[in-house]
């Protein structure tokens, strides 16, 4: 008997941060702390996370996510999770920060990769802004109809369209 194969070991969780350094981190019998606090296993200086806001777990030679009470909530490919299963590939939303979930089929290593914050959605600059009349119709006025027919001329110092 091949005693390799009799003990199991548990995989590592590879975060990838946008200036290209990585922390490896060992799964363990309680989830990996995705936060904005110093001492979480994953830490997201993202003010719209909390400061505990959700973690990843290993059991069952299954990937999971939980969300840990957070106030913006976690998404997985754009959905809302409170606790689910992560597969290679997601997308994982938390507050303005996009990691991206992998699994290393050779190793059976995870990987987080957190994609560099954004600015404003992107939704927001495509709505237009309403546009005010030209500066050569802003002083004019017109008379007033009132209910019974009777007329309002316009007021001293301004002129009629």
Do not use: W
């Not at 590879?14 to 990996?32: N, V, W």
């Not at 490919?77 to 606790?83: L, S």
């Not at 689910?84 to 190793?107: H, M, P, R, Y």
């Not at 927001?124 to 050569?136: G, K, N, R, V, W």
């Amino acid at each position: 008997m091949r005693f390799a194969n009799f003990f199991q070991t548990m995989p590592l969780l590879i975060h990838k941060l946008p200036e290209g350094t990585e922390k490896r981190i060992e799964f363990g019998s309680k989830p990996l702390i995705i936060g904005r606090l110093a001492g979480s296993d994953i830490q997201v200086h993202d003010a719209f996370i909390s400061r505990v806001h959700c973690g990843i777990g290993y059991a069952n030679n299954q990937f999971t996510i939980k969300d840990l009470g957070s106030t913006n909530g976690t998404y997985r490919n754009g959905a809302r999770v409170f606790e689910g299963n992560l597969s290679s590939g997601d997308k994982i939303q938390v507050g303005n920060t996009t990691l991206i979930f992998e699994i290393d089929s050779a190793t059976g290593n995870a990987s987080i990769r957190q994609i560099p914050q954004m600015g404003a959605p992107l939704h927001a600059a495509s709505t237009p802004e309403p546009s005010l009349p030209p500066p050569h119709h802003a002083n004019q006025t017109a008379e007033v109809k009132l209910p019974g027919g009777e007329h309002l001329p316009p007021q001293p110092g301004t002129k009629a369209n």
